[in-house]
């Protein structure tokens, strides 16, 4: 492993680095979350009131990544025997977002109503873009110089962060083109983009592939 080469405090400091990003992610998301949440309803817009609740969901993931980090400084053990039930739970809740979304869309298709502008949610959306890859980068370059799966787990090269930047973009795109077109129906439209990026997710939940486990290749 390319971590086998590393002494004690080098692994510590390392470690150590790694549970930081992984606590600056669970941070993000949760702001990034209540932002988006708060500017989607203000606009009433469906695509990013999803979007931020999904932000909120993806922190635990990042959570469970941090408490076996914290964990392993603590020499001590994770209780992974709690950890299929904490994902089902993720899993559950995903479904849930998939449903809210889908609902408010098709009634917002029926009804017609148009959201009003709102840069807030632009400006979250493409911090998100930019944030997002760069963390991954940063998380990527720590579990590689330990040869640890379990931060490996949670970069760019996983599902489940492309789904979020694709989430991002593809959020962006509906509410971008909605800005400028006036189109009532985007806004819907990206909202079961959404729904879909859920249920994959939820169905990666279900299956405890959100976090992936430290001794998998």
């Known amino acids: 492993m390319i971590g086998a080469r590393l002494d004690g405090a080098e692994v ?55 408490a076996r980090l914290a964990a392993r400084l603590r020499h001590g053990e994770t209780d992974e025997r709690k950890e299929p039930l904490s994902l089902k739970a993720v899993a559950v809740t995903f479904f849930v977002l998939a449903a809210y979304v889908t609902v408010e869309g098709i009634r917002g298709l029926v009804v017609g109503e148009a959201p009003a502008s709102s840069p807030v949610s632009i400006g979250v959306l493409v911090a998100s873009i930019v944030v997002m890859p760069v963390l991954a980068a940063m998380k990527r370059r720590v579990g590689l110089r330990l040869g640890d799966n379990l931060i490996l787990a949670d970069t760019a090269e996983t599902a489940e ?30 909202g079961f983009v959404i729904a879909a990026f859920a249920v994959y997710e939820g169905k990666e939940a279900w299956d405890g592939e959100l976090v992936e486990d430290e001794n998998d290749d």
């Open 12 to 66: 510590e400091h390392l470690t150590r680095r790694g549970l930081h990003l992984a606590r600056f992610t669970v941070a993000y998301n949760i702001l990034e979350g209540a932002v988006a949440i708060t500017a989607g309803l203000g606009a009433g817009l469906v695509s990013v009131i999803g979007f931020g609740i999904d932000s909120g969901i993806e922190s635990v993931a990042a959570m469970l990544v941090g």
């Open 161 to 190: 962060t492309r789904i979020c930047i694709l989430l991002s973009i593809s959020t962006l795109i509906g509410v971008g083109l909605y800005q400028l077109t006036g189109a009532a129906w985007l806004d819907p439209v990206a």
